[in-house]
Nanobody
């Protein structure tokens, strides 16, 4: 069972930046796709960004050109760099791996 621990959330003003990190325990990290989901109050959880084991990336339209997902297989870590943040980006952000594991979530709040 892969365990995931997120960090890097917080409160930021609109237009600001945050970088989320997710460290995975266990072996075979480089074999899994990794992703970041988010869930805002009253809304369904949505996939924000995904990076395959081969390094290909994809994003939900609302964050394209603002967010960047990356991975460091040597550190068992996946990152989400979030720039030009908007109030509508406010949500709990969850790390996910294609092994089926989820992190505990980290709160991101963007004030207007």
């Amino acid at each position: 069972q892969v365990q995931l621990v997120e960090s890097g959330g917080g409160l930021v003003q609109a237009g600001g930046s945050l970088r989320l990190s997710c460290v995975a325990s266990g072996r075979f990290f480089s074999s899994y796709d990794m992703g970041w989901y988010r869930q805002a109050p009253g809304k369904q959880r949505e996939l924000v960004a995904r990076v395959t084991f081969g390094g290909s990336t994809s994003y939900v339209d609302s964050v394209k050109s603002r967010f960047t997902i990356s991975r460091d297989n040597a550190k068992n870590t996946v990152y989400l760099q979030m720039n030009s943040l908007k109030p509508e980006d406010t949500a709990v952000y969850y790390c996910w791996t294609s092994s089926g594991s989820w992190g505990q979530g980290t709160q991101v709040t963007v004030s207007s």
